[in-house]
């Protein structure tokens, strides 16, 4: 994809940016902590008009999504006016979405400042906010003119922020190649210089960028980005209920997991690769704890997530790392045989 | 453009149309006027959940919008939903992007009652709401699956909403032809069976989805659709500023005549055919009333038109009917001299 470009000359990548467009003003949506850690060093940014959001998820609503709108209006944006959404996946969610709907859509840039948001989020096209507690309920799929992806933001990220977008990183590996794969378990995570990571986020994100190039509205193919998602959801969305809400990241490498036995049971997926998954993840992430009696609450939580058309389990599953089974029917007994094993696997 | 069909068999056309989709749930989203008189004749909807909003310009706004998506998350909708969009253009805009926004986007279909929305509001694509008191400021450009354009609901309409449809039917035939534009003027609008207005309608139609065709997004020749509204946006801001609100197609019908002045002075507009319109405008519309005192304020007006990019004029011109000029740039002195010759033609 031509709008995504690698970058950790990021102010003179955006400065090219936006000086090749013909726009009458420039916004940037930042948050709490970007407006202080990272606009100060974004040198072609200090005229721009700064349009401020709440930061975390609990941010992603309608009540942000129109005071963005308001402050846009305020500062005088026309149809001619570019928005750079510079910050993490709630930022680039909603400024998209913010963008996309403003006078029926103006440009955007996507700089994305976490992990998460550079391999994830930022890139592919979707929008979205959370309503009436149901995640990225509202939105539409709209495409940056330009999304800048970089590492030199990651070295001073909280640690939980970075294994988060890492465990993303870790299902692209999954869907591309075993050696993808074992190359990321061989990581010491914990000791990376991040700006030396670009090449392989770069990687990381093309494996997204060509599923996404062929079916960008999520008709097929796309659902095999789905991987680790349709469990990782229901982990994240019970843990949020129970009120000991796990990060994004966290649940999907969990999820990964139980997938990755579904995909054993069902489709011969390597045993190997699974048993080195399962400890990479218990390692990392530490293990999710659940028992039989919550089995039925994660069940229920499947059977209505967003990707669910008649409130069956279908999971995007893989025959091994590289070659994967969308919309596969999870039988209820094995969806409980799954989370047995996971369970014996993560010592839960 | 294939999904326009042109039928006053509106139940057995949509019915057809939904019967060949593969949808889980059909919605249907109405207001007090279509609950009550339009909705119980569409017998292939009898089962649909229906939705509900507020009628009227003052309703599409973003409470309503949250309340359509409340809705439809109640009624337990997902992405393999439809939403019949049932009425007039208040309807088809705010359930244009109700739909467009669910759930990252859901299918619609639009069935317009009114002849506003049947030759514009529902045809092209626009979705939108009103927002901090500006028309249409949040939307999408979002097309429906389907369109059905009838003119079976019209001979019950109020003689306004009549009135106010046919200035835009009016606006596409100056965009055609001179015989097209004089046919209309020669029709006594009083008078009219309109189930028998259905070829009529459906040539005017096509004017506009023709150029919508061109320019989906309204880079360049879609602004000729702009005809007579950069001055009747202005009159019909001004007229609810003052607390005296006019219909939009009233306003555009003036604006026509005072756009058709413009084009006079400047691009040499044959004067007979400014004549026959004005004539016909004001026995159909009455004369709007201003003096010089407004010319500042309604010049204000169209300089923060969403459309104007660096608050400069610009409007759609006619060379004659059927050849449009469009971003032409007018100067104050000759806006003024227009406002000028318009009160006379209109006696005011």
């Not at 690698?6 to 955006?14: A, D, F, H, M």
């Not at 800048?148 to 933001?153: A, L, M």
Request: net charge negative; with cysteine.
């Amino acid at each position: 994809m031509k709008n995504v470009l690698y970058s950790n000359e990021v102010n003179t990548t955006l400065k090219t940016f936006i000086e090749g467009g013909d726009y009458n003003l420039v916004m940037v949506l930042v948050d709490n902590n970007t407006r202080q850690l990272v606009l100060p060093h974004i040198a072609c940014l200090s005229n721009a008009h700064v349009i401020e959001m709440p930061s975390g998820d609990e941010g992603k609503n309608i009540d942000s999504l129109m005071s963005v709108w308001r402050q846009m209006e305020h500062c005088g944006a026309t149809r001619r006016s570019l928005l750079v959404n510079l910050g993490g996946g709630v930022v680039t969610d909603l400024g998209g979405l913010a963008a996309a709907t403003f006078k029926r859509g103006i440009h955007f840039v996507n700089v994305p400042t976490t992990l998460l948001a550079a391999v994830d989020a930022s890139v592919g096209g979707k929008t979205g906010i959370n309503f009436m507690g149901l995640k990225n309920e509202i939105g539409v799929f709209a495409h940056p003119q330009q999304v800048i992806v970089s590492t030199c933001f990651f070295n001073t990220l909280p640690q939980q922020e970075i294994k988060s977008g890492f465990a993303e990183v870790l299902k692209h590996a999954m869907l591309s190649s075993h050696e993808e794969m074992m190359t990321l378990l061989e990581m010491d995570i914990n000791s990376v210089d991040w700006r030396l990571f670009l090449d392989k986020l770069q990687a990381s994100v093309e494996v997204k960028l060509k599923i996404v190039d062929e079916d960008p509205t999520e008709q097929g193919l796309r659902k095999s980005l789905n991987l680790g998602h349709t469990v990782g959801h229901a982990f994240e969305s019970m843990a949020l209920a129970k009120g000991k809400p796990v990060p994004h990241g966290y649940a999907v490498a969990w999820g990964l997991v139980v997938e990755t036995v579904l995909s054993h049971m069902k489709l011969h997926f390597p045993s190997d690769d699974l048993y080195s998954l399962a400890r990479f993840v218990v390692d990392c992430y530490g293990p999710f704890h659940f028992t039989c009696d919550d089995y039925d609450e994660l069940i229920s939580l499947m059977r209505h997530d967003k990707k669910s058309t008649n409130h069956e389990i279908n999971c995007s599953l893989l025959k091994k790392c590289g070659d994967v089974v969308i919309n596969y029917n999870i039988d209820l007994n094995d969806i409980k045989a799954a989370f047995d094993i996971y369970r014996d696997l993560m010592g839960v």
